[in-house]
């Protein structure tokens, strides 16, 4: 794959991971210095952010295994600065089988965090959200609360995320493929353009760059299904 370095297999799929991530973990850590943090505290943060796209590839791996148990090989997980694709060989035609590999990622996010919380409350580390952002040190609290930030808002229907399919998947099964699939990426589109107001309100540019990525992406798909 152009771009992008693979760093292994995982169930004999490829894990890669492309280049703008590496260069947003040097930025980071440039940015940490930045503010004033040492060398130490800079690694941590950045080590921090591996560790939740540890979490994304294990999210992607859950969308991958579910789509093979249907009989829907993948071809490999990219990772990206903004998260992680794993790319079908096919898209799921059956509401049943795109519902449960929609939700399957944000599963393995909901499974880590419960291991986490289990793993916190027996080493006597804060659980609480305003507890562990005050601690800053606890990593595993952190960690903790990101995976359910992830499912939160993979589950969001701004197709074509996690939660868009699963609401294709449900309208799937009381219309056609192709106009399930225009309805979710309208609501996708509609939703993204709130994300992108929210964004110029509060100055975010990461927010402006994610509803981009969901405006574009779920107009590409809904040309893409009306095309086959």
């Known amino acids: 794959m152009k771009h992008a370095l693979k760093i292994g297999d995982v169930a004999r799929i490829g894990i890669f991971v492309h280049w703008t ?23 941590s943060g950045v080590g921090l952010v591996s560790a939740v796209f540890v979490c994304v590839v294990l999210h992607e791996l859950g ?4 789509a093979r148990h249907f009989g829907i090989p993948t071809l490999d997980i990219t990772i990206y600065p903004i998260g992680g694709i794993a790319r079908l060989e096919g898209i799921p035609r059956e509401p049943r089988q795109e519902f449960w590999i929609a939700i399957a990622g944000p ?6 965090a419960g291991v986490l919380f289990l793993f916190n409350l027996a080493t006597g580390q804060p659980t609480g959200m305003l507890s562990v952002l005050q ?7 952190l960690l903790m609360w990101l ?25 799937a099964t009381q219309m056609d493929y192709v106009r399930a699939t225009r309805i979710a990426a309208y609501v996708g589109q509609g939703m993204a353009v709130l994300f992108g107001l929210y964004g110029l309100w509060i ?6 760059f994610i509803a981009a990525f969901v405006f574009l992406g779920a107009r590409q ?8």
């Open 135 to 141: 601690a800053a040190t606890s990593i595993p609290g």
């Open 203 to 208: 100055v975010n540019p990461v927010l402006l």
């Open 107 to 112: 599963a393995v996010n909901l499974v880590i």
């Open 221 to 228: 798909e809904a040309q893409q299904v009306g095309q086959e």
């Open 21 to 43: 991530f590496f260069l947003m973990l040097v930025g980071l850590f440039a940015f940490y210095l930045y503010q004033g943090a040492t060398p130490a505290a800079a690694l």
């Open 147 to 171: 995976n359910l930030s992830l499912v939160g808002f993979n589950m969001l229907p701004a197709f074509p995320m996690d939660g868009g399919r699963v609401l294709r998947a449900g309208l």
């Open 63 to 66: 969308h991958a295994l579910t």
